[in-house]
């Protein structure tokens, strides 16, 4: 059970979900999600006072934990059932990969710094998520040993849209990508067919920049 979560951390998770709520998340299981994760484990303890603002913050290796709203807003995206194979870019503090992995996918995460890798591994396991797979690469890749997916998140701000990540999706599955370089417009692909892809846009957006393989 998670260290350190306090009746007082309770309240302001309710009160975030609030939040979160009335600027439009309607998905209950998402809603759920974020009432049970103690967001604020994340991040550094001294910053504790941050973590139930509805606000991105910064982790280690200049990166950041992503908005609340805008963690929600991605994952109510993708449509997550129960046991859906899924595909995250960016395992970052790995609060997004919680709420993944709260929501019942089986989740496979990729994480380019090693030692946001390194930390985030050790740390998921200590609250008791399990996701499948951890993996420290280039998420531009995907992972074609583990494709196809049911879906796929990309929690940096791409330059463009990898047509690995495109190409590793199961038809039916969903890509949930911010597009753009200074700001990001969040975008849906439904892979329709083997060939067709329906592309869908949902507003502007600001990420931290995903970036290309250091090797
Ligand atoms: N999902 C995270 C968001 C972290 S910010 C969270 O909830 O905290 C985005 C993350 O993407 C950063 O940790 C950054 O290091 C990582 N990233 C950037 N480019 C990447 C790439 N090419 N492959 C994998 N991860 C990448």
Redesign the pocket.
């Known amino acids: 059970m998670p260290m350190n979560d306090t009746t007082r951390h309770q309240g302001k998770r309710r009160q975030l979900v609030q939040v979160v709520k009335e600027k439009g998340i309607t998905d209950q299981n998402v809603l759920l999600a974020i009432g049970k994760i103690p967001r604020h484990l994340f991040m550094d303890s001294s910053f504790e006072d941050h973590a139930y603002q509805d606000k991105a913050f910064p982790?280690a290796?200049d990166?950041?934990?992503?908005q609340p709203y805008t963690?929600a807003f991605q994952s109510q995206l993708l449509q997550i059932k129960k046991g859906d194979q899924v595909l995250?870019?960016?395992?970052?503090?790995?609060?997004?990969t919680a709420v993944l992995c709260e929501l019942g996918a089986r989740v496979y995460s990729?994480?380019?710094?090693q030692e946001?890798y390194k930390k985030t591994k050790l740390f998921l396991s200590k609250l008791n998520y399990r996701p499948k797979f951890l993996s420290f690469g280039?998420?531009?890749k995907g992972l074609p040993a583990y494709a196809p997916f049911d879906s796929i998140i990309v929690?940096?701000g791409a330059p463009f849209v990898p047509k690995a990540l495109l190409s590793q999706l199961k038809v039916g599955g969903r890509l949930v990508i911010p597009v753009g370089e200074n700001s990001q417009i969040m975008t849906l692909f439904i892979r329709v067919s083997t060939s067709k892809f329906e592309k869908k846009e949902f507003g502007e957006f600001r990420f931290?920049p995903?970036?290309?393989?250091k090797n």
Do not use: C, F, P
């Open positions: 982790i290796a990166q950041t934990i992503s963690v995250e870019i960016g395992t970052g503090s790995g609060y997004q990729i994480e380019r710094q946001l280039d998420g531009y929690t940096a931290v995903l970036l290309e393989d």
